[in-house]
Antibody
Framework: EVQLVESGGGLVQPGGSLRLSCAASGFTFSDHYMDWVRQAPGKGLEWVGRIRNRANSYTTKYAASVGGRFIISRDDPQNSLYLQMNSLKTEDTAVYYC??????????????WGQGALVTVSS | QLVLTQSPSASASLGASVKLTCTLSSGHNNYAIAWHQQQPEKGPRYLMKLNNDGSHTKGDGIPDRFSGSSSGAERYLTISSLQSEDEADYYCQTWDTGIRDVVFGGGTKLTVL
């Protein structure tokens, strides 16, 4: 059974940093692209960023709203995904979901989601 | 620019059927999408991948009550024999091959009466 479990959420002041982790199990983690998607309170889903697999050089891509502030990394032997969030703003307040990406031409989509981790940016 | 448009809300009675719509912006009629369900206070769950020809591939454990279809720029999610647990937000999602980015629709909140 595929499982994605996020941790590390919490309250942080504007300008601060926070690191989210995602523990993956039930599939060959190293084969897959992995993404982060967030949802602000009462709002819809917003893609945050992606890290590709080793075969694609672990390249990353970010949404314009977080580029330069957020960094996605992974540890394949530990089956773990990370989201380092720096220079946090109040508008980054959201539930952050770890998601498994799947490319089935011509669509890239998410076939498994975590339960989410709440990040609150407030003074 | 690729945009997915969904009605903000829909409602149907327990035991009835409902058809939710996701509309692709002009010039993108051939795009496939994915449907995701988000029950209250839970993370989203992948329902199915839906191609422009109406063929679809469902996720693990998704009941037969959920089906997909396509017509032109419209992508549909039909839920039959509605149950109380189907009350949820439903999001469509696609992949913009031009800018190579994920696109989400705004979501439809389904109320089961």
């Amino acid at each position: 059974e595929v499982q994605l479990v996020e941790s590390g959420g919490g309250l942080v002041q504007p300008g601060g940093s926070l690191r989210l982790s995602c523990a993956a199990s039930g599939f060959t983690f190293s084969d897959h692209y992995m993404d982060w998607v967030r949802q602000a309170p009462g709002k819809g889903l917003e893609w945050v960023g992606r890290i590709r697999n080793r075969a694609n050089s672990y390249t990353t891509k970010y949404a314009a709203s977080v580029g330069g502030r957020f960094i996605i990394s992974r540890d394949d032997p530990q089956n773990s995904l990370y989201l380092q969030m720096n220079s946090l703003k109040t508008e980054d307040t959201a539930v952050y979901y770890c998601v498994r990406g799947l490319y089935s031409r011509p669509l890239y989509y998410f076939d498994y989601w975590g339960q989410g981790a709440l990040v609150t940016v407030s003074s | 620019q690729l945009v997915l448009t969904q009605s903000p809300s829909a409602s149907a009675s327990l035991g009835a059927s409902v058809k939710l719509t996701c509309t692709l912006s002009s010039g993108h009629n051939n795009y496939a999408i994915a449907w995701h369900q988000q029950q209250p206070e839970k993370g989203p769950r992948y329902l199915m991948k839906l191609n422009n020809d109406g063929s679809h591939t469902k996720g693990d454990g998704i009941p037969d009550r959920f089906s997909g279809s396509s017509s032109g720029a419209e992508r549909y999610l039909t839920i039959s024999s509605l149950q109380s647990e189907d009350e949820a937000d439903y999001y469509c999602q696609t992949w913009d091959t031009g800018i190579r980015d994920v696109v989400f629709g705004g979501g439809t909140k389904l109320t089961v009466l």
